[in-house]
């Protein structure tokens, strides 16, 4: 009998795909962002009225997680803009090896900015890095203002939390004000966009402050430009994670 | 339930250490696991007797150290064990805390017979 010492992160298998993402998402110039929440936060709104007011000045595309149906994935289509739809049967998060998959039929390599829409969730998708630049997680007011303290995780990883249906506060008795201190205190460093995708009050602000942060990232990309294309290291590690498996 | 995803991984690592050191049957995977990770540590140990079984780890057993969250000031240097209520804002100078433990994923040994 030996003890071996392995000291590695269990997510590996996911993480080193993710990596992997990543690195690809940079060669192509593509800032990333992962919107997660809780089911009916209003994710696919807010991916709506985002798509809406960046759909002249950048060419986007977004992939849609959800157990079934296509129907989130049509909603981004009718507005003129690419859509992937993954379909993940009973699993509650996305990964990065859905993620990598969906690439191999869903072309991005001419986009500026993708949009991946998690599967409907307050804890799981946390723990999945997909290869993303960002996080930003989609809270509905009317959820209550104890939920960050409840569900901390999520909340502590977004860069940004975005407050919608405040135009739902004055019925549900709910009170912006802890809400938001509840958020602060669990994320320090988080941005927060009280807002409504009903009434469009708030969109404003977090549209200008996501090109901000599309702009910071796309100066990064010029001042160190894009390695040539490997478009090898694909298969190579689609193999690798196959092999893990068997 | 991704805690089933996450004992997949668990149950490949450990089979993979095994199998580039001899191949032997797996006794005891030893895992470190900070609080201030959205595991639920008995839907992880439910889920590793599940997908161990007719592996090397058939017989495996499952030890999970849950790591407490703690945090520290960078600016005033007062530590705390755990923040209160989630508060990441320090009691003392009302600065962001830092995260120094609590956020561990690791496997840690594996014994192999």
């Given at each position: 009998m030996c003890q071996v010492k392995v000291e590695t992160n269990i997510l590996e298998f996911n993480d080193d795909l993710a990596t992997h993402n990543r690195q690809y998402f940079r060669e192509q110039g593509l800032f990333v962002v992962n919107f997660m929440s809780a089911p009916g936060a209003g994710k696919t709104s807010v991916l709506e009225q985002t798509i809406q007011r960046l759909k002249t000045d950048y060419r986007l595309g977004v992939i849609e997680g959800d157990l079934m149906t296509t129907i989130d994935a049509d909603r981004i289509s009718a507005l003129g803009v690419p859509a992937h739809q993954i379909t993940t049967g009973t699993i509650c998060h996305l990964d990065a090896r859905m993620v990598h998959n969906a690439l191999h039929s869903f072309p991005v390599n001419d986009l500026d900015v993708l949009f991946i829409e998690n599967v409907g969730n307050l804890v799981c998708p946390v723990e999945f890095d997909l290869?993303?630049?960002?996080?930003?997680?989609?809270?509905?007011?009317?959820?209550?203002?104890?939920?960050?303290?409840?569900?901390?995780?999520?909340?502590?990883?977004?860069?940004?939390?975005?407050?919608?249906?405040?135009d739902l506060i004055p019925y549900a008795g709910v009170s912006l004000d802890e809400l938001q201190r509840n958020v602060r205190e669990v994320s320090p460093a988080t941005t927060i966009f009280p807002l409504s995708c009903r009434t469009g009050e708030g969109i404003d602000e977090w549209i200008v402050w996501l090109k901000a942060q599309i702009k910071t990232r796309q100066r990064e990309a010029h001042r160190f430009p894009r390695t040539p294309l490997h478009t090898h290291s694909h298969h190579h590690v689609h193999q690798h994670v196959h092999q893990h498996v068997n | 339930m991704h805690e089933a995803a996450i004992a997949q991984g668990v149950l490949e690592l450990a089979?993979?250490?095994?199998?580039?050191?001899?191949?032997?049957?797996?006794?005891?995977?030893?895992?470190?696991?900070?609080?201030?990770?959205?595991?639920?540590?008995?839907?992880?140990?439910?889920?590793?007797?599940?997908?161990?079984?007719?592996?090397?780890?058939?017989?495996?057993?499952?030890?999970?150290?849950?790591v407490k969250l703690r945090v520290v000031c960078a600016q005033c240097g007062e530590c705390e064990c755990s923040p209160r209520d989630y508060n990441f804002f320090c009691p003392t100078c009302g600065d962001p805390l830092q995260i120094i433990a609590g956020r561990e994923m690791q496997l840690e040994y594996v014994d192999l017979e």
């Open positions: 290869g993303e630049d960002m996080r930003v997680m989609v809270y509905s007011t009317v959820e209550g203002a104890e939920k960050p303290k409840k569900y901390p995780m999520m909340f502590h990883e977004s860069t940004a939390v975005l407050l919608n249906k405040v | 089979i993979r250490t095994s199998l580039q050191n001899g191949g032997g049957r797996i006794n005891r995977i030893k895992l470190r696991l900070g609080e201030f990770r959205g595991v639920v540590r008995e839907a992880l140990e439910f889920s590793f007797e599940v997908v161990k079984r007719g592996t090397l780890a058939d017989q495996a057993e499952l030890e999970v150290e849950t």
